[in-house]
Structure formats: C-alpha cells, structure tokens
C-alpha cells in the first residue's frame, strides 16, 4: 500500500535513501574497501577484456545508462557506448565477442531490450543484466547480472529504479577501476566513503520538499520547460524533462548546457521556466554564464545548486539546494528535487500521477 503517502510515486520518492542503502547493502564494504558482487567477480576476466562496453536500455533506464558512461570512462577507462535498445537492435550493429553488453531495466521486461539482449548474445557478446524486478525475462536471459533491490516499484514513473541502477552501476565501475588499477587507493577510499553518506544526503533533499512544491505552484501553467545541465548532470538533465513530459504533459527537453546556443535559446522568453543544474563541482563556471546568458533573455531560472552556494542565487529566480558530494555521485541528489518539482506539478493540475495516460509500467510490446 501507499503506506501514508498520497501516491505511490511520491512514497517512491521518499523511499531513496534506504533503496540505495539496500543497493550496496553487503556489497560495498567500506572499512574493508572491498566491492563484492558475484556477477562481476565471477566474470571479471569477460569485464577486464573487453574492448568496450555497450549499454542497452529505453526511456529511464536508458538515461541511468547515460550516467554510467560518465563514471565507467572517467574512473574505469573502459569505453562505453550507450545505445537506445530500440535502434541497436534494428540497426545491424557491430558486435562481437569482445564486447561487453550491460542491459538495464527495471521491469526485466522491455521487449526493445530483450530484443536487443538475444542480438548480442547470437554475436557472442558477453550480457550483463541489470534489473529490478527478480526472476524477469531480463534477469533470465542475461549470462549475469545484478539485481538493483530497489524493491517493488508500482509508479509508472521510475524514480528510486533510476538512483539504484546509477548505485548499482557505480558501484560496478569502481570496482572495475580498481582492479584494472586505473584509480588510487585513496580515490577509491574516499569514493566509497562518499557513496555511503549518499542516502543521508538524499534524505536532506528530500527535505526540500515544501519549497520544491512552492515552486511547482508558481510554474505548473508553463507550457514548456528546458532542463540543462552539463557532465555528470547532463543525463540528469534527460530524466528530469522525461519525468515533467509523462506525468504533467507539459513539453520539456533535456540539453546538454552548451548546446544551448546551438538552438534552444531561441526558445527563451519571459514564459520559459528553465532549470539548470549548476552544483559545484563540474564545470560551474561554464553553467554559471550558461545560466548568465538566459537571465538576458529573460528566462525564468530554477537552480538546482550546491548548499551554501551564493553566485547561482544572485542571478536565478528560485534555487533548490541539495548536499555536496563527489561530481561522480552528483546525479543520485540532484535528481531528487526534478523528481519532486514533476510530482508536484502533475498532483496540481489534476493528472493521475501513478498512471499516467497512455503509458505502461512495462512496455512489452516493440
Ligand atoms: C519513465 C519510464 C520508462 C521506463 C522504460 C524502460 O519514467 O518509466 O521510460 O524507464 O519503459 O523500462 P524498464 O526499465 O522496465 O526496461
């Protein structure tokens, strides 16, 4: 049941922290400064060998796959493609059986990913699972895999599926960087030190809640919204206008901030709410002038900044706050308060926030 909350996304939501504590829960050991996750031990040669590693997944999980490129290239040096299962699979791709495939999906149902699966394995790739939901096709399919223990998740829009995969695939990612011997005992150290204070850090975003929700009624009329945000922060930038698009049914993209200028700003007038993700570390300086050139233009700017932070505030209408943690693990706190700014619009404009129209919590048909 709902347990108190008034929908399941919202309870959901509110779940996070101890979804991602179950996520690394008896896998991440931090005094020991071990990663342990059967899967990925008992495969580490098929991981080590590899030319590059290929994610396939659709819609949310696709985004968390986007992320994951970001910390596999930066910390493992492992190159990534990150490919929608839907166009991999009908694209005759090149694949081989020096490829890793990482398969990521809440449901383990997604017909596009299951699809995409068996291609890869008839090409003799090796197929790493990451799914939800236990016992799935997904699950089945897949040589190995590991589950996200994010529980059971009834809200058609995925929230605490997308922070346990980015857990989960981090936690993949450090440990791959250190075996391969890409990252310093005390980089990985203080990377799983960080990554256990995330669930108290999520807790306090979470905290936002009444000024997310004050801010929702003053934009839940918008006709559209931009959502920018660069690194790290740019898949996050995906998932939030993903998130405001299915439950609200208000127009919103997702831009990389630079590519801003390369069209977007077009867009930008005094009715264009635009949220930027501008935290502390990665390229804030660069997103601070981003943010710079749509206050010229008269865009209404939410920020989405590091606690304490003093420059975003001067020049954006409204800032949400949220903890500083590593750039690395940056897209497990700010994506909460995009997941409550959508929540809160949709309850305001009467939609049916668990359900919403024309959408299914498993897409299994192609
Ligand atoms: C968005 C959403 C969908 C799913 C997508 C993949 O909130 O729920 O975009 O993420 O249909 O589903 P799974 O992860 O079950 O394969």
């Known amino acids: 049941e709902k347990g108190g909350y008034d929908h399941f996304m919202l309870k959901e939501i509110f779940e996070q922290p101890n979804a991602i504590k179950d996520t690394y829960r008896g896998r991440m050991l931090v005094k020991e400064g071990i990663i342990k996750m059967a899967g990925v031990d008992d495969n580490i040669e098929k991981f080590l060998n590899a030319n590059r590693v290929i994610i396939v997944a659709c819609g949310t999980s696709w985004h968390a796959g986007l992320v994951a490129e970001y910390i596999f290239e930066d910390l493992a040096r492992i190159p990534v493609e990150v490919e929608y299962a839907s166009e991999f699979r009908y694209r005759n791709p090149v694949i081989t059986n020096k490829d890793v495939v990482i398969a990521i999906s809440q449901s383990g149902e997604t017909a596009d990913t299951l699809a995409a699966i068996k291609l890869a394995k008839a090409n003799g790739a090796f197929v790493f699972g990451v799914c939800n939901v236990v016992g799935s096709s997904i699950a089945r399919e897949t040589h190995a895999g590991a589950y996200t223990h994010a529980g059971p998740e009834i809200g058609v829009a995925s929230t605490k599926a997308f922070t346990t995969q980015i857990t989960l695939l981090t936690l993949i990612a450090l440990k791959l960087a250190k075996v391969k011997g890409e990252i310093s005992n005390t980089n ?66 997702g831009y990389p901030a630079a590519e801003m200028k390369h069209g977007p700003i077009a867009l930008i007038d005094e009715n264009m709410p635009i949220v930027v993700i501008a935290t502390k570390k990665g390229h804030y300086e660069k997103v601070v002038s981003n943010i710079e050139e749509i206050k010229a233009r008269q865009g209404k700017i939410i920020g989405i900044v590091t606690e304490g932070d003093t420059n975003v505030k001067k020049l954006a209408d409204h800032v949400i706050e949220v903890p500083e943690t590593l750039e690395s693990l940056s897209p497990l706190l700010t994506t909460i308060p995009l997941q409550l700014l959508s929540y809160h619009i949709a309850v305001m404009l009467g939609k049916n926030v668990d359900q919403p129209r024309n959408l299914a919590k498993s897409v299994t048909v192609e």
């Open 188 to 253: 990985y150290r203080y990377h799983l030190q960080e990554l256990e204070l995330i669930p108290e850090k999520v807790q306090k975003a979470l905290e936002s809640d009444e000024h997310i929700k004050a801010v929702a009624s003053i934009y839940k009329d918008a006709r559209n919204c931009l959502y920018l945000g660069r690194g790290y922060n740019f898949p996050v930038a995906l998932e939030g206008a993903l998130k405001l698009k299915e439950i609200s049914y208000i127009h919103a993209e």
